[in-house]
């Protein structure tokens, strides 16, 4: 029923209205017997569905193992919480202790994170913001003044990502309002804006007047967008177009993968991803393992050894451009690369050290790990 929907026309504030938001509504698109309905009510309770039609427009409804399908619907494997992978938690990247209030998350002295909604065009299933993403008790600000204070009074931040949720998600005069404070703190050189907009809801990017605002800050201060597609398939002729109008805005788009059982974890998912990102002008910039995130880990991570053989894989057919992006576990402690295995240990080296740890920053780690493990303890 949605094919031949022209996407750019559609009104993105009213089209949101038409998200899948109920296991009922789900139910206009796949059966599910007692049993499984039952225990999808309860996986859509810990962390609520919402999916764009526009999405929902990408599946191969043929396939019970689409790719794209596995990454919006809900599944009963997100009930289980302990198994080969190892324990999880609604926490991996330390969020909780580098919380300054107002949404600012100060993990790296050089950067600053805000969490500035809760809200997403779609509830990724394998979020590692889960916890908060949907739900009213989130991290978000109502002011966001308080959180400019805090960045203009650490001059050591010379970057800021807006985040959430999905800041694109906001108003656009919400948004002005964010890009402007930020604009007038002389040590802050450029801000980041994280978004799956251009993914699963590339309508938002069709507003010019949101265009207006992100090329007029343009002009005062780099502007860079780090999106987040993770298979080929995402690559659809809307979203090339509206990479394309955020790259005349003179905008920098990198893109932030998952490595995800099931959805890119084979050296073809890489190579036509990368490849295909470059195609519309979006840089390839970081494949993370996937967190030990409470209900995501257990059905969709990967281990760490085969994940190396995936990635290495794809990287001896990629050109210089397409294998620029690191493979890398966003941990606790901070970014590591993996940067392969030797002698059965896996070797990792540290790009960024918490607060008061610089002794970590550019550390080689090298570690014995088991076929089995898709995470480190450092």
């Not at 599910?32 to 599946?59: G, K, M």
């Not at 080969?84 to 050089?110: C, E, F, I, Q, R």
């Not at 960045?151 to 800021?160: D, G, L, R, T």
């Not at 801000?191 to 002009?219: A, C, K, N, Q």
Request: glycine letters at 8%; hydrophobic letters at 40%; aromatic letters at 6%.
């Amino acid at each position: 029923m949605l094919d031949g929907m022209d996407w750019s026309r559609v009104d993105w504030k009213t089209e949101l209205a038409n998200n899948v938001v109920t296991i009922d509504q789900l139910k206009d698109y796949i059966r599910l017997d007692a049993e499984e309905e039952a225990q999808l009510r309860e996986v859509a309770r810990l962390h609520p569905i919402n999916i764009p039609r526009y999405y929902l427009s990408l599946i191969d409804w043929n396939d019970p193992h689409d790719p794209i399908r596995k990454m919006c619907l809900p599944s009963v494997d997100e009930l289980v919480v302990a198994g080969a992978m190892g324990a999880t938690t609604n926490d991996p990247y330390g969020d909780d202790k580098h919380d300054m209030g107002n949404g600012v998350l100060h993990k790296y002295d050089y950067s600053a994170l805000v969490v500035v909604t809760e809200c997403c065009a779609m509830h990724c299933r394998h979020c590692f913001r889960r916890r908060i993403v949907g739900k009213p008790n989130g991290h978000a600000p109502r002011d966001f003044s308080g959180a400019l204070r805090y960045i203009e009074a650490h001059p050591k931040i010379n970057n800021v990502i807006l985040s959430g949720g999905d800041p694109m998600m906001l108003s656009t005069a919400a948004l002005r309002v964010m890009l402007e404070g930020l604009a007038a703190i002389d040590h802050v050189d450029f801000v980041r804006i994280g978004t799956r907009t251009p993914v699963t809801y590339p309508l938002r990017l069709f507003d010019d007047e949101l265009m207006s605002l992100l090329r007029e800050f343009g002009e005062r201060k780099a502007l860079y967008v780090p999106t987040h597609f993770n298979h080929a398939r995402e690559i659809t002729p809307v979203a090339a177009e509206a990479v394309r109008r955020l790259r005349m805005c003179g905008l920098t788009v990198n893109n932030q993968a998952v490595l995800l059982r099931g959805v890119n974890d084979t050296p073809d998912d890489i190579v036509n991803l990368m490849n295909g990102l470059l195609a519309i002008g979006v840089n390839p910039y970081y494949l993370y393992q996937c967190m030990p995130v409470a209900r995501v880990r257990h059905h969709f991570q990967i281990p760490l050894k085969r994940g190396v053989e995936i990635v290495d894989a794809a990287r001896a057919r990629l050109n210089g451009y397409g294998k620029r992006f690191k493979y890398i576990i966003g941990h606790d402690v901070g970014k590591l690369e993996i940067c392969g295995m030797i002698d059965g240990k896996i070797v990792l080296k540290q790009i960024h050290a918490r607060i008061g740890h610089p002794e970590q920053a550019s550390r080689i780690i090298l570690q014995d790990i088991d076929d089995h493990a898709g995470w480190v303890e450092v």
